[in-house]
């Protein structure tokens, strides 16, 4: 599902999204932290893949704010036992900060 799906949207589609998850199909959020899905969306629609936002991504090492907010954001994700993916990782810190 993408960023442009309003997670009201969303939501109305659980019932679909478990019919899916019942034959073995996993559900992915790409770009995370951008558009309409953040947090909430994740923890709503439990996602098994949550591709997190170049635009924050890019930010790692420029914004402690940020970056503060990612590592709490992934560490919600791992709590829920779901993967991060990072989109337009270009350097180390960057790749630390999301492992």
């Known amino acids: 599902m993408t960023e442009h799906l309003p997670i009201e949207s969303a939501v109305r589609l659980n019932k679909t999204i478990a019919q899916f998850r019942t034959s073995g199909i996993q559900l992915s959020l790409d770009v995370t932290g951008c558009g309409f899905f953040d947090l909430s969306t994740v923890e709503e629609l ?51 900060v999301l492992t």
């Not at 591709?51 to 791992?78: D, L």
């Open 46 to 96: 439990r996602p098994e893949i949550v591709k997190q936002c170049i635009t924050v991504i890019s930010r790692i090492g420029r914004s402690t704010e940020i970056e503060k907010e990612m590592r709490n954001t992934i560490r919600t994700i791992t709590e829920l036992g779901k993967i991060t993916l990072g989109e337009g990782v270009e350097n180390a810190y960057q790749a630390e």
